[in-house]
C-alpha cells in the first residue's frame, strides 16, 4: 500500500491568503518527504474558493521538487479539456526532467459549469475532448513525430521537447465517478485509477463494481504483458490520540470543506448535459453538515490510529485499493494542524497497514 498527501486548496482569501497556503503546503510537503510518503499530490480548479488557488498543480509541483528528493509528483487532475495537447506534453516533460523522473500525470474531466463556462467549452463535448487530449498527450511523449486531426485540435508532425525523462512515459492516472464507460476506457487504455473521494456507504456496491469492471478490463487488455492495474483513492484524513480528539479538531476544517464543496456543487442547479447524467440538480451537497455527515466515512477518514488503521482496511479491502491519498489542507488548515495530523499518520499508522 503507496500513501501520499493531497492538496486542494479550499481558502477563503479573507480567511487565508495564497501567500500563506502555498508556504504551509510547500512545509507540509517537505515534511512528507523526510516521513516517508509516496507522493504529493495537487489539483486543478479555477475560480472560486473550491481549488482556485491553484490553477495550475505543475507549477506547484515545480516547487515541490526544488525541495525535496524522494518523494513523487502526482497531479491530481489535470483538467485535459481546458488543454491543448501540446501543452500539456511540453509541461510535464519540463517537470518530468526537472524532478529526475518523479513525475505522475493525473487527468480529470472537469465538472463545475463555471469553468467550462469561462474556457468557452461546451458540457456535452468534455467527454470527447478529454479522451482526444489524453491520447495525444501519451503520443507526444512517446512518438518522435506526432500528428491529430480531431475537432478539437489539428497538427502534422509535432515533435514535442522535452522528452519525457522517465520511459516510456510518466506514469498516468485518471479520475472517474460515476460512469461504466469511463471505468472501462482507463482499463482498456491501461492507465491507473484514481477515485476522487469515497462513496458513501449506500454507493458502495456500485462502486466496487465499477473498479471491478476497470480491473477486469485492463487485466484482459494489458495482463498479457505484465502490467497490473492500480486503484487510488483520495480522502481527507485527522488522526489524534483518541477518536474524540480527532472528531473535536476535525469537525470544524470538514464542515468548511464540505461548504465550499457545497457551494461549487450548488453551480449545476438549472444545468443539465448529456455528458453529466445525474448532475443536473445539486443534490445534498452538504452545505450546513450534519454531525452523521462528518462523521461518515465518505467524509473522511477520522479517529485514533487503531480507528483510522481499521477503516483503511475496510475501505482497502472494498474498494482494491493500492494507494491511499490523504487529503490533509481541507477547509483551511494552516501547517501546525497539518503537521500534528502528518506526523502521526506516519508513526503510528503508515508502518502498520498491511
Not at 470527447?128 to 485540435?153: H, Y
Not at 482499463?187 to 477486469?216: N, W
Not at 447524467?277 to 466515512?297: M, Q, W
Request: include cysteine; charge should be negative; aromatic fraction near 12%.
Amino acid at each position: 500500500m503507496k500513501h501520499g498527501i493531497s492538496l486542494l486548496p479550499d481558502c477563503r482569501p479573507h480567511h487565508r491568503s495564497a501567500r500563506d497556503y502555498f508556504a504551509d503546503a510547500l512545509r507540509v510537503s517537505r515534511l512528507a518527504d523526510q516521513l516517508g510518503f509516496d507522493y504529493v499530490k495537487m489539483t486543478e480548479h479555477y475560480l472560486r474558493d473550491y481549488g482556485g488557488y491553484c490553477p495550475s498543480p505543475l507549477a506547484f509541483l515545480s516547487a515541490v521538487a526544488a525541495q525535496t528528493s524522494q518523494i513523487r509528483l502526482m497531479t491530481g487532475g489535470i483538467q485535459a479539456s481546458f488543454h491543448h495537447p501540446v501543452q500539456l506534453a511540453a509541461d510535464t516533460a519540463q517537470l518530468d526532467a526537472i524532478s529526475g523522473g518523479r513525475l505522475e500525470v493525473g487527468f480529470a474531466r472537469a465538472w463545475l459549469p463555471y469553468e467550462f463556462d469561462v474556457f468557452g467549452i461546451d458540457l456535452d463535448d468534455s467527454r470527447a475532448k478529454f479522451t482526444a487530449t489524453i491520447e495525444a498527450v501519451r503520443r507526444l511523449w512517446a512518438e518522435e513525430k506526432a500528428s491529430e486531426d480531431t475537432p478539437f485540435f489539428r497538427y502534422t508532425d509535432a515533435t514535442s521537447l522535452p522528452p519525457v525523462t522517465q520511459a516510456p512515459h510518466p506514469p498516468v492516472w485518471v479520475a472517474a465517478v460515476r460512469s461504466r464507460e469511463s471505468f472501462a476506457w482507463i482499463g482498456e487504455k491501461g492507465f491507473s485509477l484514481l477515485i476522487a473521494s469515497p462513496p458513501k456507504e449506500d454507493e458502495l456496491p456500485r462502486m466496487r463494481e465499477m473498479v471491478e469492471v476497470y480491473r477486469e478490463t485492463f487485466e484482459d487488455q494489458h495482463g498479457s504483458a505484465g502490467l497490473k492495474p492500480r486503484v487510488g483513492l483520495s480522502v481527507p484524513l485527522y488522526v489524534a490520540e483518541s477518536d474524540e480528539e480527532a472528531y473535536r479538531v476535525a469537525a470544524p476544517y470538514l464542515r468548511e470543506y464540505l461548504q465550499v464543496w457545497g457551494e461549487a456543487a450548488n453551480s449545476w442547479t438549472g444545468v443539465k448535459s448529456t455528458a453529466y447524467p445525474g448532475y443536473s440538480t445539486p443534490g445534498k451537497t452538504f452545505v450546513g453538515a450534519s454531525e452523521e455527515d462528518l462523521r461518515s466515512n465518505a467524509t473522511g477518514v477520522v479517529g485514533s490510529p487503531e480507528t483510522v488503521l481499521e477503516k483503511i482496511e475496510w475501505l482497502r479491502e472494498q474498494l482494491y485499493l493500492d494507494m491511499m491519498l490523504w487529503q490533509i489542507d481541507y477547509g483551511g488548515q494552516e501547517a501546525a494542524s497539518m503537521e500534528r495530523n502528518v506526523r502521526l499518520f506516519a508513526q503510528e499508522v503508515m508502518p502498520k497497514v498491511g
